[in-house]
């Protein structure tokens, strides 16, 4: 088959089967490579870096115990590992499934006021409504109410802890966080190994070597921690005020911002993702995360840039497949991996979740508040992106529902009522 059949294998629209058969050892053994293996190493280890800090952070804020936070992990892990270890070779293209992080923050957020069975009940009620959208088509339709940059808004509001954090670890413990920044400023600003190391791979390294050289790890603080153990189950409580609170913008960060995104990047690199199958596997496998206390899956954007960025197209597949396989192993150790990042100083979890999301924190302010070429014209620039952001940064509560939730509301409204632009901004594909 040419490289244009084997593009246009997939429907990127409805529920679509490969229209070849999964490769066979022989053709597993001749895609494999150097490259390809090592990309899917590559994206584990970003993934278990400043993603898993994000995790820690807000496992922190919700007050949740080691063992609550090690079942997290190893639930975004092990099982999205699976996921993304058969879907890559059944569809024959990298196809990294994880968690989403703007979900994450929510959902720490959200723990101040909401007891933990409560927010796994909203993670199931959130996987069934991705499911429903997905399988029935109603996505594009539910997007067209919420214009991108009232749903990137929100998203940049809840990332903005992140950056002011970053600023705080680096003025509080300079070695440590410092260093970290340095390390990230140097490979982000190096043409050659920008596209080959991930910037915060790097921060992490160099986190660790100034933690050895300053003595800064606190073994104490993780003496009563396991390392190894079996994940904890979570009986769902459904209520009301949590699934007000959580279910949409939870849903709104899978389908708009995540798999959005996952897809560009593939699409961008000559593959044509199965939307469609993305989505309601998404959703389902959200479902079965769930009772491990982790948060919805989703097509993970920077993970397969990643995987795409080196090999031929064709064998890139195999990424994803390494990539899967290694996320199964770091679950399994989903305890001795939390143990370790408790030893270590605030400063440094801080500085490598803020260097993790300061290119997403970016690309959100620019999607929210960037104008687009019809209106660069106009005489007065959107009132709505604003009006959002004001509005999750500030952590109001009305009616038991929170902040994200109350600022998509306020945001549409603003957009219908003072811009007048709500659903008239084109969608992304």
Same mark, same amino acid.
């Given at each position: 088959?040419?490289?244009?059949?084997?593009?246009?294998?997939?429907?990127?629209?409805?529920?679509?089967?490969?229209?070849?058969?999964?490769?066979?050892?022989?053709?597993?053994?001749? /895609?494999?490579?150097?490259?390809?293996?090592?990309?899917?190493?590559?994206?584990?280890?970003?993934?278990? =870096?400043?993603?898993?800090?994000?995790?820690?952070?807000?496992? +922190?804020?919700?007050?949740?115990?080691?063992?609550? =936070?090690?079942?997290?992990?190893? &639930?975004?892990?092990?099982?999205?590992?699976?996921? =993304?270890?058969?879907?890559?070779?059944? @569809?024959? %293209?990298?196809?990294?499934?994880?968690?989403?992080?703007?979900?994450?923050?929510?959902?720490?957020? +959200?723990?101040?006021?909401?007891?933990?069975?409560?927010?796994?009940?909203? @993670?199931?009620?959130?996987?069934?409504?991705?499911?429903? #959208? &997905?399988?029935?088509?109603?996505?594009?339709?539910?997007?067209?109410?919420?214009?991108?940059?009232?749903? %990137?808004?929100?998203?940049?509001?809840?990332?903005?802890?992140?950056?002011?954090?970053?600023?705080?670890?680096?003025?509080?413990?300079?070695?440590?966080?410092?260093?970290?920044?340095?390390?990230?400023?140097?490979?982000? /600003?190096?043409?050659?190994?920008? !596209?080959?190391?991930?910037?915060?791979?790097?921060?992490?390294?160099?986190?660790?070597?100034?933690?050895?050289?300053?003595?800064?790890?606190?073994?104490?603080?993780? /003496?009563?921690?396991?390392?190894?153990?079996? !994940?904890?189950?979570?009986?769902?409580?459904?209520?009301?005020?949590?699934?007000?609170?959580?279910?949409?913008?939870?849903?709104?960060?899978?389908?708009?911002?995540?798999?959005?995104?996952?897809?560009?990047?593939?699409?961008?690199?000559?593959?044509?993702?199965?939307?469609?199958?993305?989505?309601?596997? /998404?959703?389902?496998?959200?479902?079965?995360?769930? !009772?491990?206390?982790?948060?919805?899956?989703?097509? $993970?954007? !920077?993970?397969?840039?990643?995987?795409?960025?080196?090999?031929?197209?064709?064998?890139? @597949?195999?990424?994803? %497949?390494?990539?899967?396989?290694?996320? *199964?192993?770091?679950? #399994?150790?989903?305890? $001795? #991996?939390?143990?370790?990042?408790? +030893?270590?100083?605030? =400063?440094?979890?801080?500085?490598? $979740?803020?260097?993790? %999301?300061?290119?997403?924190?970016?690309?959100?302010?620019?999607?929210?508040?960037?104008?687009?070429?019809?209106?660069?014209?106009?005489?007065?620039?959107?009132?709505?992106?604003?009006?959002?952001?004001?509005?999750? *940064?500030?952590?109001?509560?009305?009616?038991?529902?929170?902040?994200?939730?109350?600022?998509?509301?306020?945001?549409?409204?603003?957009?219908?009522?003072?811009?007048?632009?709500? &659903?008239?901004?084109?969608?992304?594909?």
């Amino acid at each position: 088959m040419t490289e244009t059949d084997d593009r246009s294998s997939f429907d990127s629209g409805d529920i679509a089967s490969p229209r070849r058969r999964p490769p066979g050892l022989r053709a597993l053994k001749r /895609s494999c490579s150097t490259e390809t293996v090592g990309a899917g190493a590559t994206g584990v280890l970003f993934s278990a =870096t400043g993603p898993v800090a994000v995790i820690l952070g807000a496992a +922190s804020v919700g007050g949740l115990t080691s063992t609550q =936070t090690a079942s997290w992990i190893f &639930g975004v892990f092990v099982l999205n590992g699976v996921l =993304t270890l058969v879907v890559s070779w059944v @569809y024959r %293209m990298p196809l990294a499934f994880f968690w989403t992080i703007p979900g994450t923050v929510l959902v720490g957020q +959200s723990l101040t006021n909401l007891a933990w069975p409560e927010v796994v009940g909203a @993670y199931v009620v959130t996987g069934v409504l991705i499911v429903a #959208l &997905g399988s029935t088509g109603l996505v594009a339709a539910v997007m067209r109410l919420l214009p991108v940059p009232i749903v %990137m808004a929100m998203v940049a509001g809840a990332f903005l802890s992140f950056g002011t954090e970053l600023v705080r670890s680096v003025t509080a413990d300079v070695s440590i966080a410092g260093t970290m920044v340095v390390a990230w400023v140097i490979v982000s /600003s190096s043409a050659r190994w920008r !596209p080959r190391i991930p910037p915060v791979l790097v921060s992490l390294l160099a986190g660790l070597s100034a933690l050895v050289i300053t003595d800064g790890f606190s073994p104490d603080a993780a /003496s009563g921690l396991p390392m190894v153990g079996l !994940p904890e189950f979570v009986v769902p409580v459904f209520t009301w005020q949590a699934c007000g609170q959580l279910v949409i913008p939870l849903a709104i960060t899978v389908i708009a911002v995540q798999n959005g995104q996952g897809a560009a990047v593939l699409r961008a690199a000559g593959h044509r993702p199965p939307i469609t199958v993305i989505t309601v596997l /998404s959703g389902v496998w959200s479902v079965l995360v769930a !009772p491990l206390g982790a948060v919805s899956t989703c097509l $993970a954007g !920077p993970t397969n840039a990643l995987l795409t960025a080196v090999g031929r197209r064709e064998h890139q @597949y195999i990424a994803g %497949m390494v990539c899967g396989a290694l996320a *199964v192993v770091v679950g #399994l150790s989903a305890p $001795a #991996l939390v143990r370790g990042l408790v +030893s270590v100083p605030h =400063t440094f979890v801080a500085a490598l $979740a803020g260097l993790a %999301m300061l290119e997403a924190l970016r690309g959100a302010f620019v999607a929210a508040f960037g104008e687009p070429a019809d209106q660069a014209e106009s005489a007065r620039p959107a009132l709505a992106p604003l009006v959002t952001l004001l509005v999750t *940064v500030s952590g109001v509560q009305v009616a038991g529902l929170g902040a994200p939730f109350w600022a998509l509301i306020c945001g549409v409204v603003t957009a219908l009522v003072l811009d007048g632009t709500a &659903g008239k901004r084109r969608q992304p594909d």
